[in-house]
């Protein structure tokens, strides 16, 4: 079993729509970090957690360390939000696991 | 520019050749990071430095792989004898302490 574990894999909605990626982590960490990788892309950091909620525009990112899981909101979804968004947690020993990913596809 | 540039951005090689690939992370930041990420999967750990100490190695790194950061600034990431199963995206990423992380563009590596 992965450490990071991100769910779902592939996300296909219409634009508008309200969306939502979860992310669940079995070991102990300092820290929480949400990230988006565009196709062909790097990877562009949107959220460091290591607690409650923050907002950033319509990106949404909270955590509940208690019950070591995280979630991605993302509201009024765009087709410019179509990308792979990918949760990392940096643990004890200052090493960061990645999830693998979920593939977020926005229809117009 | 000031953010992670990673350099050079495609890399093809034949079987058996060695290559290099270089990291200049933001200037300030005294953590570097080396990962692989192939097509789906989501980024791989590989090692990472804080100033110029190599503090981990992941298992994943046959000792045909080997990282240096000599003065603290830059980082190189070599490969010796490459293998197909070499081919994937090599990603360096850069921080302060354990604040954000900065990604650069990545290395695209392809064994042919």
């Known amino acids: 079993k992965n450490e990071v574990e991100q769910s779902p894999q592939n996300l296909t909605a219409q634009e508008g729509e309200f969306i939502t990626i979860n992310c669940s982590y079995s070991?102990?960490?300092?820290?929480l970090h949400w990230l988006q990788q565009h196709p062909g892309g790097g990877i562009v950091s949107l959220f460091m957690l290591s607690s409650g909620k923050k907002k950033h525009g319509r990106l949404i990112a909270t955590i509940n360390i208690q019950e070591k899981h995280s979630s991605l909101h993302i509201t009024a979804s765009h087709p410019r939000d179509s990308a792979v968004y990918i949760c990392a947690v940096l643990n004890r020993d200052d090493k960061i696991i990645f999830g693998k990913g979920t593939r977020l596809h926005i229809l117009p | 520019d000031t953010g992670v540039s990673q350099d050079p951005r495609h890399k093809i090689t034949k079987r058996g050749q060695n290559v290099t690939f270089r990291c200049d992370p933001i200037s300030e930041h005294n953590r570097l990071y080396w990962y692989r990420q192939t097509l789906g999967q989501g980024p791989e750990f590989l090692t990472y430095?804080?100033?110029?100490?190599?503090?981990?190695k992941s298992r994943l790194l046959s000792d045909r792989f080997s990282a240096e950061r000599p003065k603290g600034s830059f980082s190189t990431l070599e490969i010796q004898r490459t293998e197909q199963g070499d081919s994937a995206m090599y990603l360096c990423?850069?921080?302060?302490?354990?604040?954000?992380?900065?990604f650069g563009s990545g290395t695209q590596l392809s064994v042919l």
């Open positions: 070991v102990g960490i300092s820290a």
């Open positions: 990423a850069s921080s302060f302490g354990t604040l954000k992380l900065f």
């Open positions: 430095f804080q100033n110029e100490a190599q503090l981990e």
